[in-house]
T-cell receptor, first 112, second 118 residues
């Protein structure tokens, strides 16, 4: 158990819908990262938040957005869902000046 | 942009034997970190080992060790005395050290699926 929690574990929805994925980092970790794992794209970085502010952006679609709240939990919002958004979404967290990222168990999103 | 290449989509090893997984990367940075993550069928991403680029000594964690060749930009993982529980996808990952303003994001290779035969 990495100490990073993600909810829900599984999500099944339809095209065009909007979903919210939630992540709680390890105690003391200020950085939260979101990654997408799909069969065709592999593991890709989406976005990073540090202490409530956006720090870095990767290949995140405009239909996707994220935020980190004062209690440091983070949410990833996916809207206008398409079949190709079906993937495993990971959240990871790390402490300042620590190089390791600890991953949550992931949320499996299926878009039908 | 940094890239990570794992040229072996699949590997197999006999239980108790040794196997080496290959990884090469491309970067113009001098300050960075390299990692191997394991992803078993449960899909959980588990950190196996890490290497700081400024350290010449190869990292070791129990049965897992790396061969870090900085000039060749190579970072292979050796698993000794392979166990059935080692069967998983293994991902090589790169992270900028940040000294040159690089992102802290992880850049992953495509992965190597390791099968351990009894």
């Amino acid at each position: 158990d990495s100490g990073v929690t993600q909810t829900p574990k599984h999500l099944i929805t339809a095209t065009g819908q909007r979903v919210t994925l939630r992540c709680s980092p390890r105690s003391g970790d200020l950085s939260v990262y979101w990654y997408q794992q799909s069969l065709d794209q592999g593991l890709q970085f989406l976005i990073q938040y540090y202490n409530g502010e956006e720090r870095a952006k990767g290949n995140i679609l405009e239909r996707f957005s994220a935020q980190q709240f004062p209690d440091l939990h983070s949410e990833l919002n996916l809207s206008s869902l398409e079949l190709g958004d079906s993937a495993l979404y990971f959240c990871a967290s790390s402490q300042p000046r620590v190089n390791e990222q600890f991953f949550g168990p992931g949320t499996r999103l299926t878009v039908l | 942009a940094q890239t990570v290449t794992q040229s072996q989509p699949e590997m197999s090893v006999q239980e108790a034997e040794t196997v080496t997984l290959s990884c090469t990367y491309d970067t113009s940075e001098s300050d960075y970190y390299l990692f191997w993550y394991k992803q078993p069928p449960s899909r959980q991403m588990i950190l196996v080992i890490r290497q700081e680029a400024y350290k010449q000594q190869n990292a070791t964690e129990n049965r897992f060790s790396v061969n870090f060749q900085k000039a060749a930009k190579s970072f292979s993982l050796k698993i000794s005395d392979s166990q059935l529980g080692d069967a998983a996808m293994y991902f090589c990952a790169y992270r900028s050290g940040g000294a040159q303003g690089g992102s802290e994001k992880l850049v992953f290779g495509k992965g190597t699926k390791l099968t351990v035969n009894p």
